[in-house]
């Protein structure tokens, strides 16, 4: 599938070479959301209600994939309710709940940026996202939190040393300038106390992410502003009564499992475009990728009453697997995953 030029990529090598107003340029180029027309059905008021909708109607008009049905009513969920233990080295986990919070806030506000990950230095044995979480995992255990005034300093050059990247690479940049917009969302405020303030609903915070930060506007989808509330328990912090609503945590792992499983199915030319491991741009086919993938997850709990974030879990870690990872999966350059 030919896909043309890369604007995100485009755009990321602006931040390097511009001026103070192309690198503004750049970054709301990243975070511009896709011209979806509205939803029909009007009603749904949480994110997660607004995701799942949204979803299902892409699903149902998508020209590039589709469900398998038949495949999906074959997949063996039961491992889905044994979630995985913790990460002691690669995650940070402490006695000091501040220090928590805000270890917390900071991997989720870089939690992204799958569409570089192949061009990044990996931590032994470790994928991407794993290499930025023990990255900045020993950064809390050597030196302590970054304060919200330190977060609203960093640049490029700050968090590559703190990640092992070369202080060039577009990524960091971007990841700079996620960190300084949650410095300035914070203000005065504690990392743990802002977390204290949602820790009933992980909606609620999903909600509060999304109107601060244009990093998490990610439309229809809103991966990073729903999983922050997942990671409130999975880090000890507290448990939102409204979790098991959550959806699937939409990224570019969770399909390309559910594709080499046989659930969905892509296009000749997508899955050609992307067997070459050609980018895809933040267009159409790569939105219908993962809003199948959400409803394929949602018809999938609907069968076997487990929570869509608990499937979501053990889906992301299966994508760990080798057998899975030797196989190209969709990649697009973009702040939301």
């Known amino acids: 599938m030919r896909t043309g030029p890369d604007p995100a990529a485009d755009a990321g090598q602006d931040v390097l070479r511009g001026s103070v107003r192309c690198r503004k340029n750049a970054l709301r ?13 009007p009603g749904p008021s949480t994110i997660p209600e607004r ?23 074959a997949m063996d969920a039961t491992a889905a ?6 990460d002691e080295v690669r995650h940070f986990h ?8 805000a270890y917390v806030l900071a991997l989720n506000a870089v939690n992204f940026g799958s569409g570089w990950f192949p061009t990044i230095r990996k931590r032994p044995h470790s994928s991407g996202y794993w290499t930025v979480a023990w990255g900045l995992a020993d950064r809390w255990r050597d030196h302590g939190p970054w304060s919200a005034a330190d ?25 700079a300038q996620a960190l300084r917009d949650l410095g300035a969302w914070l203000g005065k405020r504690r990392a743990v106390d802002v977390l204290d303030a949602h820790a009933d609903s992980a909606a609620r915070l999903a909600d509060a992410l999304v109107e601060g930060m244009p990093f998490y506007r990610d439309h229809g989808l809103y991966k990073r502003a729903q999983i922050l509330g997942a990671d409130l328990e999975h880090f000890g912090l507290a448990e939102p009564r409204d979790l ?10 969770v399909p390309h499992v559910l594709r080499w499983s046989g659930v969905l199915v892509y296009d000749e030319e ?7 491991e ?37 889906l992301w870690h299966a994508g760990q697997r080798p057998e899975v990872k030797a196989h190209p999966r969709h990649r697009c350059r973009t702040v939301f995953y």
């Open 29 to 41: 180029a990243l975070a511009r959301p896709v011209a979806w027309p509205p939803m029909s059905s």
């Open 51 to 73: 995701v799942r909708a949204h979803a299902a109607e892409v699903a149902g008009s998508a020209r590039f994939v589709t469900i398998d049905e038949e495949a999906l009513g």
């Open 81 to 86: 309710t044994d979630p995985p233990g913790r």
């Open 94 to 101: 402490g006695d000091d709940r501040e220090a928590q919070a």
């Open 151 to 175: 977060l609203r300093g960093l640049t490029a050059a700050d968090v590559a040393g703190t990640l092992g990247q070369p202080a060039g690479h577009h990524l960091m940049a971007l990841y």
């Open 244 to 253: 098991d609503d959550l959806t699937m945590f939409a990224d570019n792992l």
């Open 270 to 276: 997508l899955a050609r475009s992307i067997d070459a």
């Open 278 to 314: 050609e980018p895809l741009p933040l267009q159409r086919a790569e939105h219908e990728i993962r809003c199948c993938a959400v409803h394929a997850v949602e018809l999938l709990s609907r069968r076997t009453g487990i929570a869509p974030r608990h499937l979501d879990g053990w």
